[in-house]
């Protein structure tokens, strides 16, 4: 399996823009599909954006389009996502995950994952 390692979340202001990353390490990171998901306390986690091995294919929950961007660099081994006009609803750790088959948006649908990131967005 693929060993994942999210970084950059923090205190912003509503209004205001963070970027997440998340470093792979162990295999070879375009054999997967990646993904953010995000989890709030006593909420299920739920998908926030998906991208496909080589990046042409990305997909993003509703409540996230149009603010937020997932990217990757297979040079690198990394997967990023920029989120843009954040929300305090937009609070939650946030979760770095790699799929290796399909193109599935279920946690289950995804093998590996991170540590997670705290977001905390303030009004």
């Known amino acids: 399996q693929v060993q994942l390692a999210e970084s950059g979340g923090r205190l912003v202001q509503a209004g205001g823009s963070l970027r997440l990353s998340c470093s792979a390490s162990?295999?070879?990171?375009?054999?997967?599909?990646m993904g953010w998901f995000r989890q709030a306390p006593g909420k299920e986690r739920e998908f926030v954006a998906a991208i496909s091995r080589f990046g042409g294919v990305t997909e993003y929950a509703d409540s996230v389009k149009g603010r937020f961007t997932i990217s990757r660099d297979n040079a690198k081994n990394t997967v990023d996502l920029q989120m843009n006009s954040l929300k305090p609803e937009d609070t939650s750790v946030y979760y770095c995950a790699a799929r290796l088959l399909g193109d599935g948006r279920r946690p289950a649908d995804f093998g590996s994952w991170g540590q997670g990131t705290q977001v905390t967005v303030s009004s």
């Open positions: 162990g295999r070879t990171f375009s054999n997967y599909g």
